[in-house]
Nanobody, 116 residues
Framework: QVQLVESGGGLVQPGGSLTLSCAASGSVARISMMLWHRQTPGGQRELVASIAVDSSTYYRNFAKGRFTIFGDSAKGTVYLQMNSLKSEDTAVYYC??????????WGRGTQVTVFS
């Protein structure tokens, strides 16, 4: 079992920045990748970015150039720095962890609201 706890969400004006944090506990040694997803009201949960234990990263197109994922998946810590935020970035952001033996774990999410 892996437990994930996100923090760092909040209210921000367009063009502003936020950094989200995620801390894993439990079977951290089984983690092969950590990810950030987001979900808008009425929308589907979508991948934002990921970082593997070898530190390789992946970004969805909407995140490239504005968001940065960093941390240490092997130690169960991951961050998402978000710059130049737009109203369409408003969502609940979820931390996820993929494990070497299959199970995928989610945190409870942290709300990000971009408003003017």
């Amino acid at each position: 079992q892996v437990q994930l706890v996100e923090s760092g969400g909040g209210l921000v004006q367009p063009g502003g920045s936020l950094t989200l944090s995620c801390a894993a506990s439990g079977s951290v040694a089984r983690i092969s990748m950590m990810l950030w997803h987001r979900q808008t009201p009425g929308g589907q949960r979508e991948l934002v970015a990921s970082i593997a234990v070898d530190s390789s990263t992946y970004y969805r197109n909407f995140a490239k150039g504005r968001f940065t994922i960093f941390g240490d998946s092997a130690k169960g810590t991951v961050y998402l720095q978000m710059n130049s935020l737009k109203s369409e970035d408003t969502a609940v952001y979820y931390c996820g962890a993929r494990t070497v033996d299959g199970p995928y774990y989610w945190g409870r999410g942290t709300q990000v609201t971009v408003f003017s």
